[in-house]
């Protein structure tokens, strides 16, 4: 592929990852097998563009200091070697398989779409009631070894197996499980993803998975592509957005499972 198309493809679906709220690799994996990669590859190669856009969101949130580092590094101490786990089965599941469960992950995304905002809503009523109180303003609980391990092994396992971050999972996880909120659970998450997506990366490259030059190429557009979006997100509808993203995955939902059901057959 042409560096100029790669570097374009990551502007893309970084400016939806700044949009939508969701990492890119849940993007960037369904258009690199339509280009031809296999599943796997896809996903190696994806990791890339997940760790440099964590990398650059954890180093703004430390700066602003809106980081809970001791979360994080609970989340990433299970989510570092679920990721090994989830990397390991990667390689040895067919391509059809993959590509149908990543067809039922986008599916997931999109009942997780609505689940977040539902908790949104809910905290936003919340804060709502609780304005007088300091503890309502911000919320830092500290969980059980357990949850860390929930919150992190399935984020973990599901990074290493489909070439995403795990956020996904993770922000939900931690509001219902850690009684974070929102604001304080997309950093955490950013900071966990950003050492389990290097994780996965070593797994991955060690096994010759990753195209580097290809993965640098989307990671480094993915950067300027999610200070678009970001920029871009205020000036647009919430309902709009919410719309257009569901219908983007549900698209990229049923070409996955196309691509898993023929590869199965033939």
């Known amino acids: 592929m042409n560096l100029a198309i790669l570097f374009g493809l990551g502007i893309c679906t970084g400016l939806l990852a700044g949009l939508f709220g969701l990492g890119g690799g849940i993007l960037i994996v369904p258009v690199l097998n339509l280009w031809g990669f296999p599943v796997v590859t896809a996903a190696a190669t994806s990791l890339i563009g997940v760790f440099l856009t964590a990398l650059s969101g954890t180093i703004r949130y430390s700066w602003m200091n809106q980081l809970n580092w001791q979360n994080a590094l609970q989340i990433a101490l299970f ?56 503890e309502g ?15 992190g092994g399935l984020g973990g396992a599901i990074a290493g197996l489909f070439g995403i971050g795990g956020g996904i999972v993770m922000v939900p996880l931690q509001v219902l499980l850690l009684g974070e909120s929102i604001a304080s659970a997309v950093p ?7 050492a389990i997506a290097a994780s996965g990366l070593v797994q991955y490259a060690w096994n010759g998975n990753v195209l580097w030059i290809p993965g640098l190429c989307i990671g480094c557009g993915g950067i300027l592509g999610v200070q678009l979006g970001t920029r871009l997100l205020p000036h647009l509808s919430a309902t709009l957005i919410n719309t257009l993203f569901r219908l983007i995955l549900f698209v990229l939902s049923l070409y996955m499972m196309r691509q898993g059901l023929v590869s199965a057959i033939v």
């Open 188 to 194: 955490t998450t950013l900071a966990a993803v950003m």
């Open 79 to 134: 989510g570092v070697p679920a990721v090994q786990i989830g990397a390991w089965l990667a390689r040895h599941f067919p391509d059809s398989w993959l590509a149908i469960s990543f067809s039922l992950l986008l599916l997931a995304a999109i009942y997780l779409m609505g689940l977040r905002k539902t908790l949104i809503d809910t905290e936003s009523f919340a804060s709502l009631l609780d304005s007088d109180s300091e």
């Open 137 to 151: 303003t911000r919320q830092n609980q500290t969980g059980s070894r357990w949850e860390f391990a929930k919150i």
